[in-house]
């Protein structure tokens, strides 16, 4: 008897260790916020999101012919001296992976960028200094 128990709660508990499955688990995706005219150390530079040039994406609730796009730029500063700018076009549906924009100095990845917040929307005007950038590091 005391044999019959102790096989079946050897089976039972080698059922229970077979039947889970391993998953494997995506790491995350946290995207940081630089605010219109802030800037962030990355490796030797200094990142300045320096201007907001244009904003024509559609607004939320209303339809519009075509999505738009967000133009914004990106100052680069190494040692205290400006060494580039780069200007960047986001169209609404940049959300995703695949769709991101990446900052590169100087063949150095520095930053993957996603979108510029906040998205617009109808009868409300968007001060420039309420805007910031999504990003993360490249690694």
Known sequence: MLKKGLCSLCLILGFIGF???KVKVETPLILKK???????MVNNYVVKFSDVV?????????TCVWAGEVVFKLEVIKNKTRINIQTFKIPPTSYTIQERKTLTI??????YLYNVL?????????????????FSGVN
């Open 19 to 21: 039947s889970q499955e």
């Open 34 to 40: 630089l605010f219109y005219k802030d800037s962030v």
């Open 54 to 62: 244009t904003d024509s994406r559609c607004p939320k609730n209303v």
């Open 106 to 111: 100087e063949g150095e990845e520095l930053l």
């Open 118 to 134: 906040p998205f617009p929307e109808a009868d409300k005007n968007i001060e420039k200094t309420d805007y910031y950038l999504q």
